[in-house]
């Protein structure tokens, strides 16, 4: 990420460089080509903290592809309730939230929740309260070809995730036939993930030539993290 | 920061009277429209007298210059932003107000704090008083931008104040548990937080948002506001060491007193013997009523002997410079206009005054 940040704030300082005119620091300008360390520290600073802040936002509002169904069915409603007061600005934001938590857990939304260090589950007892993820391949995968998808992995406690590895089961059709796991990858296949920040992963699945039509379905987990599982599932043909 | 012939100075001269002169522009249009919007009605000795206070002493106007310069060098109006300014305007008195309280300052622009003269309760509540009515215009935006970008700049807005008061409650933090190992990217973080995204960056994205109706990608903004805040937060530090007190408006050397941790205090820390660390962490460790005069002045004098605030000037010039080489790039395509001329001109303002 440093040499990332470095290689932008120099391929800028060459570019504004190459523009720079006879201001009071227009010297300083051409000087700035070799990239003070202060401006290098501040750009990967800058890097991080978009990435766990502004990005996360970001995501929040992608969550709300439902809720813009919402607020166009019901904007009279929604605003009439958001100019009420600050008390109110503040309740409409939580019913946002909850109303999109909702409908992503309702839609089988592909983020996926992890947490380091969370309590393995009881031989089986459900997990209070949480909803197993479904990751559905877009459209149909014809047999001999490979469909993905991708996973966001979010890690919403202060604790950062150990190193893991993700793995597939076999994805099981209606009649008992299969898509064995080796024709699950994942890309990166191993990763962690810092406190409330998330990682991105794509997740393909090739369809062996000859396997019937049908939706055949399986479990992702990894490895040394408990907490981490999700449906997956793939349409073939 | 640099020796100038007199012709540079004469240009640096006119170049912070036109700055000047535009942001008491967008100053006086904002502050027009926030105190329109105040409620006229009781009670208002103990409250709604007090909000304006802030905002009508002589403040540089830079959040909503931004906003509003911003705005206007996308071909937005300035209408359409004027509710947007007021937020930033609001919500950063609001934080000016309970930064009084939570540093125990005494003066502010040249005035007793509103702590220090209507007693802490009441500034407290006044500070709530502000958050709350920022979200006034913040609905007024419906009218004038419609469903979709008034939700875009609410979440702007959300994200601005919650950087803010984390990077409040980091500094606070090193105070309250006298933290002493910290770095310059300690420091810059902190100030990415607590300064940059509210002072500069979403004052800019904003302003672009709003003029472009939510096509741009803000993030192009980024780093040309924190270069540029960055600058701006190192610079004012400075001056709370070396400015002339009449023209700052706060007290010299106010934060050595209040031991908040400066990049000059970050870099002493560094560059000391093992034996002035150790008084130095005594220091910061001592309550701020207990602290005195010659331990304060101690603390400036081996600032001055380690080169820490000259350090600390040139990390605001090379912040500046990255600050006015990411303009060129973030306002790339908006055409030449005067209010282009004033952005570019704010970065250049802000290492160069001198109060």
Known sequence: MLRDATERVSATSKRAAKAATATALGASRRAVAAAPTVVVKAATILEEEVAMGLRAVQRIEQRFLDVDALRAKDSDAVMSKFRRDAHDAVDIILDVLTAAAQSVGAQAGRLVNVTAGATPLRKGAAPDGIQVPALRVPGRVTPGSTGEIAMSLENPGDVGTTTFTLQASDLVGGSGTRIPSASVTFNPPTLSVGAREAGKVSVRVRVPDGTPAGTYEGLVRATELEGLRAMLAVVVG | ?355
Not at chain 2, 53 to 81: H, I, N
């Open chain 2, 1 to 355: 920061m640099t020796a100038r012939s007199g012709t540079g100075l004469a240009r640096q001269r006119r170049r912070t009277a036109f700055v000047e002169r535009q942001l008491h522009e967008y100053r006086t249009l904002t502050i027009d429209a926030m105190l329109a919007l105040l409620p006229q009605r009781e009670p208002r000795r103990h409250l709604y007298d007090l909000v304006p206070q802030y905002p009508l002493r002589a403040g540089k106007g830079l959040r909503p210059g931004l906003c509003m310069a911003s705005c206007a060098a996308f071909g937005g109006r300035s209408e359409a932003v004027l509710n947007s300014a007021v937020a930033i305007e609001l919500f950063h008195n609001a934080f000016l107000v309970h930064d009084d309280v939570e540093d125990g300052s005494l003066s502010r622009r040249g005035l007793p704090t509103l702590p220090a003269e209507h007693g802490l309760a009441i500034a407290v509540n006044v500070g709530d008083a502000m958050n709350v009515l920022s979200i006034e215009p913040l609905m007024r935006n419906l009218q004038v931008l419609g469903p979709e970008l008034t939700w875009t700049i609410f979440t702007e807005i959300q994200h601005m104040a919650r950087q803010s008061v984390e990077g409040q409650a980091m500094e606070l933090g090193w105070v309250r548990d006298n933290v002493i190992d910290l770095s310059d990217a300690d420091y810059l973080r902190m100030t990415l937080k607590k300064t940059c995204w509210y002072t500069c960056i979403h004052p800019c994205r904003i302003g672009a948002l709003v003029a472009s109706r939510g096509a741009i990608d803000a993030d192009r903004f980024n780093r040309f506001g924190y270069f540029m805040g960055a600058a701006f937060q190192i610079q004012d530090d400075i001056l709370n060491l070396v400015a002339d007190e009449a023209k700052y408006g706060k007290e010299i050397d106010g934060d050595i007193w209040e031991g908040k941790r400066t990049l000059m205090v970050i870099h002493l820390l560094s560059s000391a013997t093992p034996q002035e660390r150790e008084r130095l962490r005594a220091f910061l460790d001592t309550p701020r009523v207990e602290r005195n005069a010659r331990d304060v002045a101690w603390v400036r004098r081996r600032m001055d002997s380690y080169g820490s605030i000259e350090y600390a000037k040139s990390s605001a010039h090379d912040l500046a410079v990255a600050a006015l080489n990411e303009f060129e790039e973030a306002y790339s395509e908006a055409p030449p206009s005067m209010e282009k001329k004033v952005i570019e001109g704010i970065v250049l303002y802000m290492v160069e005054r001198d109060l």
